[in-house]
C-alpha cells in the first residue's frame, strides 16, 4: 500500500497542491482513503482541460464510471482508479464527480452564473460527502452547510469559466456561511470532521482575498494555524 500511496501523492502533489496539503493533517488511520479520494476528483476535474473533443473527453469519464462502477483491476487500471475503488465509497456520489464535468466538455463560450452554480452543486456536495466518509462520518447527520462548503469550493474552481467576479462573491457568501457553520460546533465535533474541512477554510481565504493572492508560505501557515486551532 505504501507504494500506491507515495504514487498517489506524487500525483496530487503535482495537480492540486491545496488538496495535496490539507491531506497531510489526515490521521494516519484514514489518510489513504482521502488521499485516494483527492487524488481521484483531481484527476477527473482535469478531463475537460486535458482534451480537445468533447468525444474524446466522454470516452476518458465514460472510462473512470467503468472502472468504479465494477471495481477497478489493480493489475490493468490505474494505480488512481485501483486505490479509489478500493476505498469502496458511495457509488451514487462517485458518479456525481464523474457525471459534473460533461457540461465542461461542451462548453464553447463563458458561462453564466447559474449554469456554473449547477455544475458546482452536482459535484460539490457529494465531494463533502465522499471527504466525510473518508474519515468514516455520516453527512447526513450535519446540517446543508455541508453542501455550502462543496457548492463554495466549486464555485472557486470554476470562477475562471465565467465571470470570475460575480462567480467569487457567490462563492464567498457560501463558504463563510460554511464556515460559520463548522465553528459554530462543539470543539469535539469540529475534531471529528475538521480534516474534511481544512480544504474549506484554505478555499474561503482564497475567495474573500480575491483578486489579491497570499505567498506559498503565508499560504501553509494559515492551514496550519486552521489545523491546530481547530477552526476553519
Known amino acids: 500500500m505504501e507504494d500506491t500511496a507515495q504514487i498517489l501523492r506524487t500525483e496530487l502533489r503535482q495537480n492540486d497542491g491545496d488538496l495535496y496539503l490539507c491531506h497531510l493533517f489526515v490521521p494516519t488511520a484514514h489518510r489513504f482513503r482521502m488521499l485516494a479520494l483527492y487524488t481521484g476528483y483531481a484527476e477527473i476535474a482535469r478531463v475537460p482541460a486535458q482534451v480537445n473533443e468533447p ?4 470516452i476518458r469519464l465514460q472510462w473512470w464510471r467503468d472502472n468504479l462502477e465494477v ?3 489493480p493489475a490493468i487500471s490505474s494505480p488512481v482508479a485501483a486505490a479509489l475503488s478500493s476505498c469502496e465509497f458511495p457509488a451514487d456520489d462517485i458518479a456525481r464527480l464523474i457525471d459534473a464535468r460533461m457540461p465542461a466538455l461542451e462548453r464553447s463560450e463563458p458561462s ?5 452554480e449547477a455544475e458546482a452543486t452536482l459535484a460539490g456536495p457529494a465531494f463533502m460527502r465522499l471527504s466525510l466518509a473518508a474519515l468514516h462520518q455520516d453527512a447526513r447527520a450535519l446540517p446543508s452547510w455541508v453542501d455550502d462548503a462543496g457548492i463554495g469550493f466549486e464555485l472557486v474552481r470554476l470562477a475562471h469559466l465565467g ?5 467569487m462573491t457567490r ?7 460554511a464556515r460559520a457553520g463548522f465553528n459554530g460546533l462543539a470543539r469535539q465535533e469540529r475534531a471529528a470532521i475538521l480534516p474534511a474541512f481544512l480544504i474549506t477554510g484554505l478555499t474561503a481565504r482564497f475567495a474573500r482575498r480575491w483578486p489579491r493572492q497570499d505567498l506559498l508560505l503565508r499560504h501553509q501557515f494559515r492551514l496550519l494555524v486552521s489545523a491546530l486551532r481547530g477552526r476553519i
Open 55 to 58: 468525444m474524446v473527453g466522454a
Open 171 to 177: 462563492a464567498q457568501t457560501l463558504l463563510g456561511a
Open 112 to 116: 453564466d452564473l447559474a449554469s456554473l
Open 163 to 167: 465571470n470570475t467576479d460575480s462567480v
Open 71 to 73: 471495481g477497478a483491476d
